[in-house]
Structure formats: structure tokens, C-alpha cells
């Protein structure tokens, strides 16, 4: 990845996470200060049934010195892989990792800020188990989601066209 990439992911990461740190009116707790994928920043949380979760920011594919055409795309993810994130410390109790649910939305860079109140209101549904609360995601957004139907991947359409 380009040194102006890894600038703009932990600019917006760092900017996403202070946000959604307000938004989420419970105390989120963000770790990790390095951009590397082993110990990637995340914000996480615990929920009204006493679940761990978090939301992780990163490339999903960047330019680099061998590629400089690769698109630049995003990722958000939810509770991804929450069965490895043993690092995460937490200040209030907490009844395990929420490994029933996750999720993740690929963007392009200057999309993500304004998916934080969909995101918000997504996780909000999620710890309500309700829904049909969740928001329509930002305006001229469209989502392509898997054939089977299930919502836990979803692309923008404009991120999903470059990614081709």
C-alpha cells in the first residue's frame, strides 16, 4: 500500500471511530495505534446483552508501488472473525465475544463517513434483535448483497463497480 493510502485509512479510521464513539452513547473503547494488519486500530463495545463486539476499519484492496492502478476500496467490519480478537481488553464486564452476528460494508473511502449513522443504526437493530429498526442507508446508495440472500456482505454500488 502507498504511504498516502495507509495516510487516508488511518485519517478516516481515526476520524470513523471518534464519531461512532459519540454516536453509540455507550463507552466504546478504541485500541491499537499502528496501521499493521496484525494490529489493526478497532473501536469496540459491549452491548445490551453483555457481548463484546467491535468495528474494524481497513483496506480492503489499495494501490501500491506494483500496482498503482488497484482500486482504493474499504472495508468496515463488524464483529468479522470475533473468535480470534482475544487482544481486545475491555473496561466493563462482558459476558463472551458476540459470535452470533457480523457484518461487512465495502466502500470507497469517501463514502464511509457518511455510512456512520447507518452503521449505527444497523448495530442498534442488532442489539434490540429487531430488524426492521434499521435505517435506509445513506441516499443514492445501493447495495449489492450476496445471492443467498443473507445481509452480512455488502458492497456500494460504486465501490462494486471499480472492484470488476
Not at 17 to 43: D, E
Not at 122 to 144: M, R
Request: charge should be neutral; hydrophobic fraction near 40%; charged fraction near 20%.
Amino acid at each position: 500500500m502507498t504511504p498516502e493510502a495507509k495516510r487516508i485509512v488511518s485519517e478516516l479510521r481515526c476520524e470513523f471511530y471518534s464519531l461512532f464513539a459519540t454516536a453509540m452513547k455507550v463507552p466504546v473503547r478504541i485500541t491499537g495505534t499502528s496501521y499493521s494488519s496484525s494490529n489493526s486500530p478497532i473501536a469496540s463495545w459491549v452491548d445490551g446483552r453483555q457481548r463484546l463486539n467491535y468495528v474494524n476499519i481497513y483496506a480492503h484492496t489499495a494501490p501500491d508501488d506494483f500496482f498503482p492502478k488497484r482500486p482504493f476500496l474499504l472495508r468496515l467490519a463488524i464483529n468479522k472473525s470475533a473468535g480470534s480478537v482475544t487482544r481486545v481488553k475491555h473496561e466493563q464486564e462482558y459476558q463472551g465475544l458476540n459470535q452470533g452476528w457480523d457484518f461487512e460494508l465495502t466502500v470507497l473511502p469517501e463514502e464511509i463517513l457518511d455510512f456512520l449513522p447507518w452503521i449505527v443504526s444497523l448495530i442498534q437493530a442488532d442489539d434490540k434483535g429487531v430488524p426492521s429498526l434499521v435505517q435506509a442507508p445513506p441516499c443514492l446508495s445501493k447495495f449489492v448483497v450476496p445471492e443467498n440472500g443473507l445481509f452480512n456482505n455488502a458492497w456500494t454500488e460504486k465501490a462494486w463497480r471499480i472492484s470488476i
